[in-house]
């Protein structure tokens, strides 16, 4: 077999790969959509119906705009709560992330540049995140009950950085490191404060790195379930937990409205993966591999 004829086999073998991945990967979203336009009778069909010959807005109109009691489907008062989740998501994801991304970087900065923590004491750090959320879902929530967080804002947003602190430390590192330190030394010799140096050089070079940074952790805060759902009662619901609500012993099983408003929860987080994708490798690779 001829070299071509083999880099030919060789291309054939990796797209035809890809594809099925890619069908694996693509058909549940690809079901999710066209749950959200079919009737009420065509959500339990059988055979499945892969598109509906008869495609509605109903669920969309029923999950985003409807705030009263649906007959046909006895869905319950506390499903129609989808703008004040959205309200909540946002408030919660955007506060807890700009935290977490600010004091990131600067720890970030310490450890890139004065070896704060070691290499060990980074890898320590990260395995923190790597904990299994329920480990201490049960204790912080007895924890949280005596200091009355529980389903608040304050509480579940102190969760968020504290458990996406790490994440804003190693990747932001992986950015400030590929900065020459000779930068820094000539802004010194100029006259430039440490301060001076570090908001006015540093962060616009890394400007990129953060937004990327930003956008990444908000994924995590804005799609987090496990923890919501425990330390979270009736006062505040986010996207996620209200997402949930669409199926239950007593709401039933409604698939077209929990694939509607799972459509208009997903929308955001498409927009901000394709915005930071090119940054990830990099991020990842803990600056291994250079722009």
Request: glycine share 4%; hydrophobic share 50%; net charge positive.
């Amino acid at each position: 077999m001829s070299r071509k004829t083999k880099k030919k086999l060789y291309s054939a073998c990796r797209f035809g790969a890809l594809g099925i991945w890619l069908l694996i990967v693509g058909f549940p979203i690809y079901w999710i959509v066209a749950t959200s336009f079919k009737p009420d009778h065509e959500w339990f069909a059988w055979p499945p119906v892969y598109w509906s010959s008869t495609p509605t807005l109903d669920n969309y109109k029923t999950v985003w705009t409807s705030y009263t009691k649906t007959l046909a489907t006895q869905e319950a008062e506390s499903m129609q709560k989808p703008w004040i989740a959205l309200w909540n998501s946002a408030i919660i994801s955007t506060f807890s992330t700009t935290i977490s991304v600010f004091f990131g970087t600067l720890l970030a900065y310490g450890v890139s540049r004065y070896k704060l923590l070691s290499e060990l004491r980074m890898f320590q750090l990260l395995m923190f995140r790597m904990i299994p959320p329920i480990v201490v879902a049960v204790p912080l929530s007895i924890y949280y009950s005596y200091i009355h967080l529980i389903d608040t804002v304050a509480g579940i947003s102190i969760v968020y950085i504290i458990t996406t602190l790490p994440y804003s430390v190693w990747m932001t590192k992986s950015f400030i490191d590929e900065i020459p330190l000779e930068i820094e030394q000539a802004a010194f010799i100029l006259g430039a404060s440490r301060w001076c140096t570090v908001w006015e050089i540093i962060f616009p070079l890394v400007r990129s790195g953060i937004v990327a940074t930003f956008m990444f952790i908000l994924i995590l805060t804005w799609s987090e379930y496990l923890m919501a759902l425990i330390l979270l009662k009736t006062d505040v619901v986010t996207l996620p937990i209200q997402l949930s609500k669409y199926e239950g012993a007593t709401e039933g099983r409604v698939y077209g409205r929990q694939a509607a408003l799972a459509v208009g929860i997903t929308i955001p987080l498409v927009f901000v993966g394709i915005f930071i994708r090119k940054h990830l490798v990099r991020v990842f690779s803990f600056g291994m591999v250079k722009r």
